[in-house]
Structure formats: structure tokens, C-alpha cells
């Protein structure tokens, strides 16, 4: 009979804190650079809209720091209670990202406490813009920080290890590992995207639920192209990625392609299903497409799961999940790319209502590609939780509790996403936009 031991129950609590914090972190290191940009755009062209815009965007991002701080409070007790033998090494090498990701975050909440209450105080408004600039560094090097612990996980380094004593510790190498710099543009681009095209989806929500405003419509055209050019970046995020796991952790890429034989000109597998025998059948498969995605050459070798032990790779169904995470990224890339294209055409109409499903559509999408995209990246390291130096059964806590956390957390994430949504609704649906643009100030709120 199946038995959820202490290693299940808490790699089942990691996970679900982990799903859950990862939402509020991706609109915590995104939002602010849109924020950023409205103000911009706003005073340069002396457009009010773009303004207002980043300041209904600031409160409705305040709501989701708070909750933020709350999961991300979890993920750290939650390192310490659940997984003590691998804080037990791996703090000994690792601690100190883990320590500037809270410093980068003090950093940021100090200027947000500035940026809120000081709108329509100075009397050159880029002086309040450049607010913002200390908000977006510190946001997104908290992303950069803890990064690069995920980062160490994957590819261990600045330390030795002999006979189970680590010594030659060196932070910087650790931090600086061969997985950060693809790990760290892979993040902040995805967040980035992520963010503009829910930004992007309420918009066109909006603009479908009744007739556009001239706010809305550039509201619409901005979180759009962020949308496109975010996507563009992630993609060439996505193609670093694949050739550093070719290099560096090719069991990894091997699993997410179901590539089981080490081949030259290796076809790119999508979706399908697996029979006795690990045959693929009914999968979309290009050819040579998998060794250029590796290395660059249509004709190039790609490392199969031949060469590895069995009880050393992942699941074979992490495949569906970065299959998921590339579809929704290309859907995002293709939609915004679409309006684009449609704003460029004089006779074709870019609020059309396909056009504004889809892109409403897009949002929940890229969250879902973002949550995918990180399930592979941790149980496509499986079964290691520090590769080639501890494995995940051997780093849980022993406590034959972890189930009662898991049910007490469960708890505290559902009433934190329904005060999320209806403190949100709630701040948006009494105070519309039209109302604040005819008095030319905001309705509640205070300063901010």
C-alpha cells in the first residue's frame, strides 16, 4: 500500500508553498518594471493616463507584496523544519544569497514606503520616477538571489567535499555557479513576460466587458509590446538553457525530450506517449531539431538516458511539462505578436473580440507556462536535491508531522488567495478609472 512518508509529505508541502509563493513573486519582480515604464512614458509625454496607470498598478502590487512576504516567510522556516540536512550542508556554502536576497528585499520595501506616499510632491515628477528605479533593482535581484541558490543545486560549486566535511568553501564560486547566468535571465525575463501579460489580459477583460476608454487602450498597447519583447527575450533565454543542459546536465535534457539513445541528429519530441519499452508513439517529432536546440548543428551528438543509471534521473512525465511550459511561451510570443501586427494595419481592428480572448486567455497561460517551466527545473533534477552530492530522501526531516504542516499551510494559502482577490476587487471595482480622470486625483487611497 502507498505510504506518504515523511520525504513525500514534504516534498508535497515544498511543492505546494513553492506553487503558491511562486505567483505573488513573479508579479513582485515584473510589476515594477511596468510600473516603472508607465511613469516614464507618462511624463515624457505628458499623458496622465500612463500615470494613473502606474499608480492604480502600485496599490493593487502593495496588496501582493503582503502576501508575498508571508509565502516567502514559509518557503524559509520551511527550508529549516523539512529539509535540515541539506540546510545542514549546503548552508554552510550557500548562505550568503540567501542572506542579500532579504537584504535586496529591505532595500526594495524601503523605497516602496517612498514611491507610494510621495506622488504629486515633487515638482519635477521624474524626481518620483526615479523612485521607482531602487524598487525594480530590488525586486529583481531578490529574483537574482535566490536564483542562484536554485542555481546551486543544479550545479554545485565553491566548496570540496571529502568523507561527508565540506571544506574549501569559497560563497562567491557557489553564488557564481555554471548554472546562474542561464538560471538568473531565464527568471527574470519569464517574470517579466509573465507579469506584462496579466497586465495585458485584465486590460483586454476590461475592454470586452464594455466599451474601451482611451485609457485602456493604451493600456492594452503597452503591457502588449512589454508582452512581446519580454517573450522574445525569454525565448532566447529558453535556447541558453537547453545548451547549458546539453553541457552541463545533459540527463536533464534527455528526460524533458524522452531521448532515451545517445545519437547524432537527435529529432526534437512533443507530447506523445510512452508503451512498453519506453516506444514513443503519436508525438509530434521534427527532425535533427533536438541536437541544434543542444549544441547548435543539426548533425551534432546528443547524450541519451543510455548513459545514465536509472535511479539517477527524473520521471519520465516532467517531458508533458516542459512540452507545456515551450507551447504556452510560443502562445504568448504569437498572440502579442499578432496584435502587433494588427495595430500596424490600418484596416484590421486590434480590439477585436477574438483577438481580445486571446489575449486574455494569454494571462492565466503564462502563469501556467511559469509554473510548469519551474516543475521541471526541480524534479527534472530529481533524484537529487544537491546534484551528485545528496539526494532528496536523504535531506527530509525524519518527523512523522510534516502532515499536519501541510494541512495548517493548505489552510493559510486558501484564505490568502481569497482576501487577495477580494481585496483586490474590492480596491478596483469601487474606484474606476473613469471616475478618477474626471476628478483628476485619486478616490481612496490617501497619497498614493
Known amino acids: 500500500m502507498f505510504e506518504l512518508d515523511s520525504v513525500i509529505m514534504s516534498r508535497m508541502l515544498t511543492a505546494m508553498t513553492l506553487g503558491f509563493h511562486i505567483i505573488f513573486a513573479t508579479i513582485g519582480v515584473g510589476v515594477p ?106 525586486s529583481s535581484f531578490s529574483a537574482v538571489f535566490i536564483t542562484m541558490v536554485n542555481a546551486f543545486m543544479n550545479t554545485p560549486d565553491g566548496f570540496t567535499m571529502k568523507d561527508g566535511v565540506i571544506t574549501s568553501i569559497d560563497p562567491i564560486d557557489a553564488m557564481l555557479n555554471p548554472a546562474t547566468p542561464t538560471k538568473v535571465f531565464h527568471v527574470l525575463s519569464s517574470s517579466y513576460l509573465t507579469s506584462a501579460a496579466i497586465l495585458a489580459a485584465i486590460t483586454a477583460f476590461i475592454i470586452l466587458k464594455r466599451n474601451s476608454h482611451s485609457y485602456h487602450r493604451k493600456a492594452l498597447k503597452l503591457t502588449v509590446t512589454a508582452t512581446f519583447i519580454f517573450a522574445v527575450l525569454t525565448a532566447i533565454a529558453g535556447d541558453l538553457s537547453a545548451k547549458f543542459l546539453a553541457e552541463h546536465q545533459p540527463e536533464k535534457l534527455a528526460v524533458a525530450e524522452w531521448h532515451f539513445e545517445t545519437e547524432e541528429g537527435a529529432d526534437l519530441i512533443l507530447f506523445g506517449q510512452l508503451t512498453e519499452g519506453n516506444q514513443i508513439v503519436n508525438e509530434i517529432r521534427i527532425p535533427n531539431a533536438l541536437s541544434f536546440l543542444a549544441h547548435g548543428d543539426l548533425n551534432s551528438e546528443v547524450i541519451g538516458l543510455d548513459q545514465f543509471p536509472e535511479d539517477e534521473t527524473a520521471p519520465l512525465w516532467v517531458h508533458y511539462m516542459f512540452d507545456l511550459m515551450v507551447v504556452l511561451g510560443i502562445f504568448a510570443l504569437t498572440v502579442s505578436l499578432l496584435y502587433l501586427i494588427f495595430t500596424k494595419v490600418k484596416k484590421w481592428n486590434e480590439h477585436n473580440k477574438w483577438l481580445l480572448i486571446l489575449l486574455v486567455a494569454n ?51 486558501i484564505l490568502l488567495g481569497t482576501l487577495c482577490i477580494i481585496v483586490l476587487r474590492k480596491m478596483f471595482k469601487n474606484n474606476p478609472v473613469e471616475l478618477e480622470l474626471e476628478e483628476g486625483k485619486p478616490t481612496s487611497g490617501g497619497d498614493y
Open 363 to 413: 494571462g492565466p497561460m503564462a502563469m501556467l507556462a511559469l509554473e510548469f517551466g519551474w516543475i521541471y527545473a526541480e524534479v527534472g533534477r530529481q533524484p537529487w536535491i544537491l546534484r551528485g552530492y545528496m539526494k532528496v530522501e536523504n535531506a527530509a526531516t525524519a518527523s512523522q508531522h510534516v502532515d499536519t504542516m501541510f494541512f495548517l499551510f493548505l489552510g493559510l494559502y
Open 33 to 138: 518594471v511596468m510600473i516603472s515604464i508607465a511613469e516614464f512614458i507618462g511624463i515624457k509625454k505628458k499623458d496622465p493616463h500612463y500615470r494613473l496607470l502606474a499608480r492604480r498598478w502600485t496599490r493593487g502590487f502593495v496588496i501582493t507584496v503582503a502576501i508575498g512576504v508571508v509565502t516567502g516567510t514559509a518557503i524559509g522556516l520551511q527550508l529549516s523544519l523539512l529539509w535540515p540536512n541539506f540546510m545542514q550542508v549546503a548552508g554552510n556554502v550557500i548562505s550568503l544569497p540567501l542572506f542579500l536576497e532579504t537584504f535586496a528585499f529591505f532595500f526594495e520595501a524601503i523605497f516602496l514606503g517612498a514611491y507610494l506616499y510621495t506622488w504629486d510632491r515633487f515638482k519635477n515628477p521624474f524626481y518620483h520616477w526615479f523612485l521607482s528605479i531602487p524598487i525594480v533593482i530590488g
